[in-house]
């Protein structure tokens, strides 16, 4: 009943920049905090910003001073901006929200966007 949809991914040489963005849609009454995971290949899936409700932010280190998270509560969007790329950025980034419908709460995940950084 809730899907989010990520875009923006590509190849790109370092140093170059990238915009994510993800959608939600479907019977949504509020969307509280949303966050951007990554994935490189043979590693964990990596939390790399959130972002509050209200447009607090917080970020993993490795990407401090480089991205820049944001959001439209009114359009339930959240975006990346990934700025100076470097080839370790390089992964499938998740989207992920925590979704209020009616009277529940759940965290939903979207199917991902491949970002690769060429050195």
């Known amino acids: 009943q809730v899907q989010l949809v990520e875009s923006g991914g590509g190849l790109v040489q370092a140093g170059g920049s990238l915009r994510l963005s993800c959608a939600a849609s479907?019977?949504?009454?509020?969307?509280?905090?949303m966050r951007w995971y990554r994935q490189a290949p043979g590693k964990q899936r990596e939390l790399v910003a959130r972002?509050?409700?209200?447009?607090?932010?917080d970020y993993t280190d490795s990407v401090k001073g480089r991205s820049t998270i944001s959001r439209d509560n009114a359009k339930n969007m959240v975006y990346l901006q990934m700025n100076s790329l470097k080839p370790e950025d390089t992964g499938v980034y998740f989207c992920?929200?925590?979704?209020?419908?009616?009277?529940?709460?759940?965290?939903?995940w979207g199917q991902g966007t491949q970002v690769t950084v060429s050195s």
């Open positions: 992920n929200a925590d979704v209020v419908t009616g009277f529940s709460s759940r965290a939903y």
């Open positions: 479907g019977r949504i009454s509020r969307i509280n905090d």
């Open positions: 972002i509050t409700r209200g447009g607090s932010t």
